[in-house]
């Protein structure tokens, strides 16, 4: 039961260009997301985030847009850069009062210079 | 300086041991976590403390046992290791646990491998 997915396990971009990730979820009552990025061998370090009250929230190259009546978000980075190579990870915040993150299995981009 | 440091970063032990790992945050928060990342490479939580109080404590074995000594420190203790114990397990720590809006921060984990 796994309830946030990301269906792509990798990516390849080149760079330059936009890299468009992708995340679903499946209960109603998530209202926070987060992206976190992670390097090899390093922890998952926070990214960007966006609330439900918000469809967009945009930091520098990095956006994440939020569809609600889809479950859906995506995370835009553009232009995309060999440094940003990376697993990125989709996580919601469980609203039932623990606040616990609950995570996608991440996908792997690859920025191609 | 690290904000969150796990020791010790690699690990290989033998079914049937007992280890453990040890987590300290630097940040002055007052909530930590354990979340353990399988060969799937999911990242579940498995527990979290506040101010040395168990708040979240997920489906797992008694082999595994969290150990606060103060709020920047969250041990794991793991008893009678098995194959499936080996992962990635993370450490992380944010301001107060009590926001849905807070960042947690992660450890760069550390390495279990149960031959």
């Known amino acids: 039961d796994q309830q946030v997915k990301q269906n792509s396990p990798s990516l390849s971009v080149q760079e330059g260009r936009i890299s468009i990730l992708n995340c679903d979820y499946t209960n109603s009552m998530f209202d926070y997301f987060l992206w976190y990025k992670k390097y090899p061998a390093e922890g998952p370090t926070f990214l960007i985030s966006?609330?439900?009250?918000?469809d967009k929230n945009e930091d520098g190259r990095f956006t994440v847009f939020l569809n609600k009546s889809a479950k859906h978000l995506s995370l835009h980075i553009v232009p995309s850069q060999p440094g940003d190579s990376a697993v990125y990870f989709c996580a919601a915040s469980d609203p039932s009062g623990t606040y616990k993150y609950i995570f996608g299995t991440g996908t792997r981009l690859k920025v191609l210079a | 300086d690290t904000a969150v440091s796990q020791t010790p970063k690699y690990l290989v032990t033998q079914m049937g041991n007992d280890k453990s790992i040890k987590c300290e945050q630097n940040l002055g928060h007052d909530t930590m976590y354990w979340y353990k990342q399988d060969s799937k490479k999911f990242l579940k939580i498995m527990f979290s403390y506040n101010n040395k109080e168990l708040i979240i404590n997920e489906t797992v074995p008694n082999r595994f046992s969290p150990k606060s000594p103060d709020k920047a420190h969250l041990n794991l203790h793991i008893n009678s290791l098995e194959l499936g114990d080996s992962a990635v397990y993370f450490c992380?720590?944010?301001?107060?646990?009590?926001?849905?809006?807070?960042?947690?921060?992660f450890g760069p984990g550390t390495r279990l491998l149960v031959l």
């Open positions: 966006i609330s439900s009250i918000k």
């Open positions: 992380a720590s944010s301001q107060d646990g009590t926001s849905i809006v807070e960042t947690q921060y």
